[in-house]
């Protein structure tokens, strides 16, 4: 079965443009969260949806948003951005409502390079 | 508060060589789940292995092993006779229930195993 699919895998912006990024998670799989990754600060966490809703969020400023839809599909949205976005970004899916609990199926991330 | 900790930064070693990666951490909670990914080079993080609190067993899944020892709080992961496609970024990651689970990774160990 078809893992979890983010898109886009590399893309180039500038400072002050505004960036959304796409994950489908694994069919069935009704938790997305996202996870912003960087040399000096590792894998944090931005946020997570579960059924459409937000249920968990990390420490980031309002620039970082997210959505889920219906079909469990979510994006998330960086406005004004800033060179300390530049990141590789993580969605990762897990079956069961308990996502902390349960094992997270990661995609290959989306490489945001802020120029 | 929640924390996991890898102090090692990068380690490399060679070919069939055993190396072990530490992992500590901090919780208050009673119930909570430990667990290891690995980071390929390709980006994408793989789950190990998960550990839930009231299971202190060691166990052992092929050149893997993973010691769980609550009185250190400690998680540590030994991989003998290493490969070279052991190379990779390994995170050890904590979720304890504070109303909802959410997931805290360390910042990641790099292997470099040499040939």
Redesign the interface.
Known sequence: KA?VTQTPRYLIKTRGQQVTLSCSPISGHRSV?W?QQTPGQ??Q?LF?YFSETQ??KGNFPGRFSGRQFSNSRSEMNVSTLELGDSA?Y?C?SSLAD????N???????S?LTVL | AQKVTQAQTEISVVEKEDVTLDCVYETRDTTYYLFWYKQPPSGELVFLIRRNSFDEQNEISGRYSWNFQKSTSSFNFTITASQVVDSAVYFCALSGYSGTYKYIFGTGTRLKVLA
Not at chain 1, 98 to 101: D, E, I, M, N, V
């Open positions: 893992g969260s996870y590792g894998l966490f997570e249920r968990n590789l993580l990762a308990r996502a902390g609990a094992v997270l199926t990661f995609g290959a991330g490489r």
